[in-house]
């Protein structure tokens, strides 16, 4: 039985009221990766472009994803997050890596969390590096 779909076949918000609060964490990670247009604009494994740093730019994009996940995704709970850390790396390739780690005590998990906000923090970083290559 799907628990997001009510008695009659609507949808609805799951009643987690009788769960027990408990240490939650979710990890979710991406990779972009870019053409060799791009790779020429790294500089000590940093990115700048002309709408600025790319990499710090992600990151708080990342993390403002994560706290409004619940706007986003009609049945995510609203959750008061513990601690979320986005990590954007380059790989050997110069590509980018990129982890997003939420927790939270709470009675759900964050997993749809850590999804956003490594889903954010990869689109901010394509939207900051798109004309790069153009």
Excluded: W
């Excluded at 009643?15 to 027990?20: E, N």
């Excluded at 979710?28 to 472009?49: H, M, R, S």
């Amino acid at each position: 039985m799907l628990n997001h779909i009510d008695k009659k076949n609507r949808p609805t918000m799951v009643d987690i009221s009788s769960k027990k609060t408990t240490k939650r964490t979710a990890t979710a990670t991406a990779k972009i990766i870019f053409p060799e247009a791009v790779k020429n604009y790294f500089k000590d494994g940093d990115l700048q472009t002309k709408k600025g740093p790319v990499i710090d730019t992600a990151i708080i994009a990342g993390t403002l994803a994560v706290k409004k996940t619940h706007d986003l995704i009609p049945f995510c709970h609203p959750l008061n997050i513990n601690a979320c850390h986005i990590s954007i790396e380059p790989d050997d390739n110069q590509d980018f890596i990129i982890t997003c780690e939420v927790g939270i005590e709470h009675k759900t998990g964050v997993e749809m969390e850590a999804l956003t906000g490594v889903s954010v923090a990869a689109l901010t970083v394509y939207d900051m590096c798109k004309s790069l290559s153009h």
